[in-house]
């Protein structure tokens, strides 16, 4: 599989390959976020240098409530909105704020009888500042 830029266009793509997985690959795919998220989301997007160091020094108890957010995200089978700002080829240093809505709520996976319920999507959106 050819790498994807980590992008809106790039994330949209990602999403659509994992939900379309058969039920048995998706377990899968949501073991492997759970249990090595650095790995999993490395395997479909190709990060420069500098991404590659903040997600490695992203805060760890962070890091892995988002992993846990959206595993169970989709195996409810609920997208994840997530929005990128483009960022500017001159902006150096690279200050950006990451803020995600509905983490908390995301935590545990959804019981069967919730999942016809509106839910509160996850929703991920990186701000370059």
Same mark, same amino acid.
């Given at each position: 599989?050819?790498?994807?830029?980590? !992008?809106?266009?790039?994330?949209?793509?990602? /999403?659509? &390959?994992?939900?379309?997985?058969?039920? %048995?690959?998706? %377990?899968?795919?949501?073991?492997?976020?759970?249990? !090595?998220?650095?790995?999993?989301?490395?395997?479909f997007f190709s990060f420069t240098t500098t991404?590659?160091?903040?997600?490695?020094?992203? !805060?760890?108890?962070?890091?892995?409530?988002?992993?846990?957010? &959206?595993?169970? @995200?989709?195996? =409810?089978?609920?997208?994840?909105?997530?929005?990128?700002?483009?960022k500017e080829d001159d902006e150096v240093p690279?200050?950006?704020?990451?803020?995600?809505?509905?983490? !908390?709520?995301? /935590? =545990?996976?959804?019981?069967?009888? @919730? =999942?016809?319920?509106?839910?509160?999507?996850l929703m991920i959106r990186i701000h370059y @500042?």
């Amino acid at each position: 599989m050819n790498t994807l830029n980590f !992008d809106q266009e790039g994330v949209n793509s990602m /999403q659509a &390959i994992v939900l379309g997985r058969s039920p %048995e690959l998706l %377990e899968i795919e949501l073991t492997e976020i759970r249990n !090595d998220f650095d790995s999993w989301i490395n395997k479909f997007f190709s990060f420069t240098t500098t991404q590659l160091v903040q997600l490695q020094s992203m !805060d760890l108890i962070f890091k892995q409530e988002l992993a846990y957010a &959206i595993a169970n @995200s989709y195996a =409810a089978g609920v997208m994840v909105v997530f929005s990128k700002d483009d960022k500017e080829d001159d902006e150096v240093p690279d200050k950006k704020s990451i803020v995600v809505h509905g983490l !908390d709520k995301w /935590q =545990a996976p959804l019981e069967t009888s @919730s =999942a016809t319920m509106i839910v509160t999507p996850l929703m991920i959106r990186i701000h370059y @500042s």
